[in-house]
């Protein structure tokens, strides 16, 4: 942040919430493994967010138990600042998953630490939350972290699954958490699948 | 969309929902005039969308009037969509403005009209007291649209300032709308522009 003599002139609590805020925007740059829909490049953390916050506005009705729709686009709104920290962990990379938890818990320490305190023990409860992946809230919104790359995918016509050689049994054990957030939604993750196996965009499973 | 074929295999409902969320994908392709924090390149309009999101979790206590946080977040993810049709109407472009709400709600017609309808009517509706500016949520939803830009212009040096040769009274009328919604949002703008205009990156006001 080139000067930041504006921000001494104005009150402390404020100050840094807008400092949290240009922080944040680091998001921007975080790169992920899959792409965007018309292949030209790949898709970034922040964008991907803003997609997922629409996914729970269309998709709600699919969740499993009784869900707060707002407290679900929180989490998605959330759930991976901490990659400005951290780094993106692509779903396929075992090794990087390794110390995944420690690295993004730092992370969380340090990013929500730039707000006021209370306001920043809330947000990195709703963060915490999600990755426990255990409430109903917290369920579906990873559901749909699940579903979004999957249609982008077969969209693009292989995409991490062809990057990663993936076949169709591990693709669907990595993602099978979207039937307990949205059974009907797994059911369309489904149909994707074969429909991209037929298409030689996913390796089938060994015989 | 390459092959469309699985999709005629879920339910019309839910297919149409995710056509719309396909379709959706194509706002991050869509170049807004300013830069992310980093200076490296234009900010897209997804990115920007759910920068304004994160924005309404973190400043809504500064909103004028009886809020609802979710449907201003709500807002803030569908504000910018009608721009996959209409493309971005830079803020310092009064050519590109003179029809600007005219291919906007063709736009919205086309893409809110690809969800099933009782759906679609909803969100549109919500876009649209967006637009018209005149509820608390709306006026504030729109105060952060016009916050965030000045942050990032100040923090790149200058940003669509320096391009459009912006002076200050100029900015200032453009962005006196932050006022209605947030004042003391409104007072941290002022402390922006008196140090861009301190450090050239805004014009002063003609003597």
Redesign the interface.
């Known amino acids: 942040?080139?000067?930041k003599?504006?921000l001494e002139?104005?009150n402390d609590r404020?100050s840094r919430?807008?400092l949290?805020?240009?922080e944040?925007?680091?998001?921007?740059?975080v790169i992920r493994g899959n792409r965007?829909?018309?292949g030209?490049r790949r898709?970034?953390t922040?964008?991907h967010?803003?997609?997922l916050?629409?996914?729970a506005?269309?998709?709600c009705e699919?969740a499993i138990g009784d869900i707060d729709?707002?407290r679900v686009?929180?989490m998605l709104?959330?759930h991976d600042l901490v990659e400005i920290e951290a780094g993106d962990t692509p779903l396929f990379d075992s090794q990087a998953a390794l110390d995944q938890a420690e690295r993004e818990l730092l992370a969380a320490i340090k990013l929500f630490g730039y707000?006021p305190e209370q306001?920043g023990t809330v947000?990195r409860a709703t963060w915490e939350e999600f990755e426990a992946a255990e409430s109903a809230d917290a369920r579906f919104a990873k559901a749909l972290d699940r579903l979004q790359p999957i249609?982008?995918n077969?969209?693009?016509?292989g995409g991490t699954w062809t990057d990663f050689d993936v076949d169709e049994s591990r693709e669907r054990a990595l993602t099978r958490r979207i039937a307990d957030g949205a059974p009907?939604?797994w059911?369309?993750a489904e149909?994707?699948f074969?429909?991209a196996v037929r298409?030689g965009w996913l390796r089938p499973m060994p015989q």
């Open positions: 942040v080139k000067s003599q504006w002139s104005i404020l919430q807008l949290f805020l240009i944040a925007d680091r998001l921007k740059g965007i829909a018309d030209s898709e970034n922040a964008e967010s803003w997609h916050a629409l996914f506005m269309v998709l699919y729709v707002w686009v929180q709104i959330l707000l306001q947000l249609l982008l077969h969209i693009v016509g009907e939604l059911a369309a149909a994707v074969a429909d298409n």
